[in-house]
């Protein structure tokens, strides 16, 4: 019996930490999606798509010397209505570390 307890508490610690990953990664990207839209604003190019694509992600040390994983996304913009650019945004968590056009 304590062997069924045990395997079921470790499956609803595996399936909340599922959760919040997931969570945390739709928060990234909607964060994303608003920083490549105010960019593209500011810059008066024409946001393509209406949304970012996730790019990839790595572990770097931030001013502190602690681990943060960096999420990339990259987004399409047109200045002139017919060439596509390609930009990139990049996360610490929900915090913008660079952006670029």
Avoid: H, P
């Amino acid at each position: 019996m304590s062997d069924d307890l045990l395997l079921l508490v470790l499956t609803a610690a595996a399936l909340g930490l599922g959760y919040r990953v997931w969570q945390t990664s739709l928060d990234a990207r909607e964060t994303a999606n608003r920083i490549a839209k105010d960019t593209c604003s500011r810059a008066v190019v024409q946001f393509l798509d209406g949304t970012v694509a996730f790019a990839g992600f790595r572990l770097a040390r931030d001013a502190q010397g602690r681990r943060r994983l960096l999420r990339t996304y990259t987004f399409d913009y047109t200045g002139d209505g017919f060439e596509r650019a390609q930009g990139f945004i990049v996360l610490a968590g929900l915090k913008l570390e660079a952006v670029g056009l």
